[in-house]
Nanobody
Framework: VQLQASGGGLVQAGGSLRLPCAASGRAFSSYVMGWFRQAPGKEREFVAGSWSGGYYADAVKDRFTISRDNAKNTVYLQMNSLKPEDTAIYFC???????????????WGQGTLVTVSS
């Protein structure tokens, strides 16, 4: 599976962005999909997972929504009410285990930069 994330950019605090992640390869629907982010000088952290109707880190709960369109082999991250602390490179990932631990994911996209200005 190859993953391509896009949709990042500069947005003001309180604004919204939607990040698509397009997948190539077979059996996309069988993969657990996750979104992670990494801010400068920080470790990569879990943001959202595609199981249980959407599983979220506390920091983004009620602001971000993960969704997937298996017909288009695409997973999305809708980000609303963005805050400066959401600034990071956002990565999509595919794996076989429902987990917020990045080590369980086998395939990663290249990342897309989201910058939220105050």
């Amino acid at each position: 599976v190859q993953l391509q994330a896009s949709g990042g950019g500069l947005v003001q605090a309180g604004g919204s962005l939607r990040l698509p992640c397009a997948a190539s390869g077979r059996a996309f629907s069988s993969y657990v999909m996750g979104w992670f982010r990494q801010a400068p000088g920080k470790e990569r952290e879990f943001v959202a997972g595609s199981w249980s109707g959407g599983y979220y880190a506390d920091a983004v709960k009620d602001r971000f929504t993960i969704s997937r369109d298996n017909a288009k082999n695409t997973v999305y991250l809708q980000m609303n009410s963005l805050k400066p602390e959401d600034t990071a490179i956002y990565f999509c990932a595919a794996g076989r285990t429902t987990s917020p631990n990045p080590s369980f994911y086998d395939y990663w996209g290249q990342g897309t930069l989201v910058t939220v200005s105050s």
